[in-house]
């Protein structure tokens, strides 16, 4: 499968995640379901990866959106996401 724009893939956001956390000097494993701000995320940084996560995907996430339940794991933020390209 052909790696197109707006394709949503697991390992594509926790690609996005992992580059957050390396720039943070931050060595986690992470899983789906692994909790962000237990990995080390402050709130500063989730502003971040909103901001990552919308360059990414070319979607524009709404500010009844941006709450930490969509961005507590990588699992929320591609349930985000695919709601957001429909």
């Known amino acids: 499968m052909l790696d197109r724009p707006h ?17 943070r000097s931050i060595s986690a494993a992470l899983t789906p ?20 996560v919308e360059g990414e995907y070319g979607v524009t996430i709404p500010q009844s959106a941006m709450t930490p339940e969509n961005f507590k794991s990588i699992q929320a933020i591609n349930s985000l996401v695919s709601t957001l390209q429909r």
């Not at 394709?7 to 956001?13: G, I, Q």
């Not at 379901?33 to 990552?52: A, F, I, N, P």
């Open 7 to 23: 394709e949503l893939s697991s390992d594509r956001t926790k690609a996005v995640v992992a580059r957050l956390l390396a720039r």
């Open 33 to 52: 379901e692994s909790d962000l701000k237990q990995s080390g995320l402050t709130s500063l940084d989730m502003v971040t990866l909103m901001l990552e």
